[in-house]
C-alpha cells in the first residue's frame, strides 16, 4: 500500500510516517514546514532536538534500508497538491497538515484568520485533487475530540439517533468547539462529509484527543530521528507541559479548578490508528468517524499523577483559567471503533511517565521559561504572545 502523510515534518507525522515505513509500506511525506515558522515567530523551539526533514529522511534510510519520499509544498496551493498525488500514486491519504494550537488561533484577528484558511484550504484542495484524479484513494483526516466540546450527553462516534416530533434519523453529532482551531475541524468534518456524499470518496475523520509521549520503537533508533515535543504555552499540550514543568521545578499550571475533562492516547497509539484506518478503508461513498483516544482524564487527576510519580519535588499551581471552557461539566465518550479493529492501548502508565521525565531531563537547559506561563486570553481580541 502506498501512503502519503502530509504534515510529515511535525510531532505526529513524522512517528507516523517512520512506523508505516517500518511496516513495510511505501511512504512519502509533505510538509511546508510552517511549524517551525510559528517556533521562530513566538521564540521557542521542540524541547528535543528536531533535524531538518532531509536529514531526518536519510538517516531513516541508513537505519533502516528504506526509502521515505518527500513533497516540499503547501497545501493552500492546489498545483502543488494535484502533482504531488498524481506523482505519488497513493492509495491512501493521511492528513496531519495543519495549524494545530487552539491558543495559536485566538491570538488575534490574524491568527485566527489564518489558521482557518491554512486548514480550510489546504483540505479542500485535497478533496477536489482526490475527486479528479483518484476517487478510490482513502482520506484519513486528523480531526478533533473538541470538535465536540462537552455536552451533557455521552457523545457517540460520530453520529447520533435522533428522534424528533415522531420521525427518527441517525444525523452528524452536534459540535460545540471552543477555538477557532477547533472550528476549523468542524468545518473540515463538514466539507469531507459533503465530499464523499457528492462525489463518493471514502475518508475516515480521526477525531483524536489530546496526544502524550516522544518516543516511539522508531524514533528511539537515532537522535536525527526524534520527533518534537513542545511545552510552551501556545503548543504545548497539557499532558506533556505538566511532566516538563515537573522536571524544571515549574509549578504545574492547571487552569481553573482542573476539573474539565478530555480525552488522552499515547503518540504509539497514534501511529497504530492509522495504520489500523488505512488497513480497514471505508465503502466508496462512506464518511465515518471515529473517536481515537484511549481513557478520560481530569486536568486535576493527570497533575496529581505527574507530582505523585515524579521523584523530586513537584507542585499544582491553580492558574485563572485563559480559556473560555466549561470549568467542571459530564464527559463521557465513546470509543469502540478503533478498538473493534484491533488497537490494543498503551494505558497512561508510571513507566511511561518515568521515560518522559527521562528525555526531559535531558534537554531541560533548553527550556526558555518566558514561555511557559499561560498569555493567549479567549477573552481579549488582541493578545501578545510572541516573546523576545
Ligand atoms: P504539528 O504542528 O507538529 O504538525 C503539523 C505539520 O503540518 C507541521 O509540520 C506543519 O509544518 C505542517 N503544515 C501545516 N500547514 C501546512 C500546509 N498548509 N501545507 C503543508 N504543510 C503544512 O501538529 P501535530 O501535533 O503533529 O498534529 C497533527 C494533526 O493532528 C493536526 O491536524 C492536529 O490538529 C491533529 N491532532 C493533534 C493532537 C495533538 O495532541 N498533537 C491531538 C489531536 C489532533
Ligand atoms: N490546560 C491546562 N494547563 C496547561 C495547558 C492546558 O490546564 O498548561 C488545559 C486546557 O485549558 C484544556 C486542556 O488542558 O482544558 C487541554 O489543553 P491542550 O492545550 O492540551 O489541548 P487542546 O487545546 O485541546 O489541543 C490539543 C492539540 C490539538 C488537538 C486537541 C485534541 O493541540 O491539535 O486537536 O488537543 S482535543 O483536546 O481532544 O480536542
Known sequence: MRILVLGGDGYLGWPTALYLSNRGYEVA????????????????????????????????????????????????????????????????????????????????????????????????????AIADIDPKIHLIKLGSMGEYGTPNIDIEEGFIEIEHNGRKDVLPFPKMPGSFYHLSKVHDSHNIHFACRNWGLRSTDLNQGVVYGVETEETKQHPHLATRLDYDHVFGTVLNRFCIQAVLGHPLTVYGRGEQIRSFLDIRDTVRCIE?????????????????????????????????????????????????????????????????????????????????????????????????????????????????
Open 276 to 388: 489500523l484506518a488505512a488497513l480497514n478503508p471505508p465503502a466508496e461513498g462512506e464518511y465515518r468517524v471515529f473517536n481515537q483516544f484511549t481513557e478520560q482524564f481530569s486536568l486535576r487527576q493527570l497533575a496529581d499523577l505527574v507530582v505523585s510519580t515524579y521523584p523530586g519535588d513537584a507542585r499544582i499551581e491553580y492558574v485563572d483559567d485563559p480559556r473560555t471552557e466549561a470549568l467542571a461539566h459530564y464527559y463521557n465518550a465513546k470509543h469502540t471503533k478503533l478498538i473493534e479493529l484491533g488497537l490494543e492501548p498503551h494505558y497512561l502508565s508510571d513507566t511511561l511517565l518515568e521515560s518522559l521525565f527521562g528525555v526531559i531531563e535531558q534537554y531541560k537547559d533548553r527550556v526558555s521559561w518566558e514561555a511557559i506561563r499561560p498569555s493567549v486570553n479567549w477573552r481579549r481580541t488582541h493578545n501578545q504572545a510572541t516573546r523576545v
Open 29 to 128: 511525506v509533505a510538509d511546508n514546514f510552517v511549524r517551525r515558522q510559528y517556533d521562530y515567530e513566538l521564540g521557542v523551539e521542540s524541547l528535543v532536538p528536531i533535524y531538518p526533514l532531509q536529514q531526518r529522511i536519510r538517516t531513516w534510510k541508513a537505519v533502516s534500508g528504506r526509502d521515505i519520499g518527500l513533497y516540499v509544498g503547501d497545501l493552500q496551493n492546489a498545483e502543488f497538491v494535484y502533482q504531488m498525488i498524481r506523482d505519488f500514486h497513493p492509495d491512501s491519504i493521511v492528513h496531519f497538515a495543519e495549524q494545530r494550537s487552539a491558543p495559536y488561533s485566538m491570538i488575534d484577528r490574524e491568527h485566527a484568520v489564518y489558521t482557518q484558511v491554512n486548514n480550510v484550504v489546504g483540505n479542500l484542495n485535497v478533496l477536489y
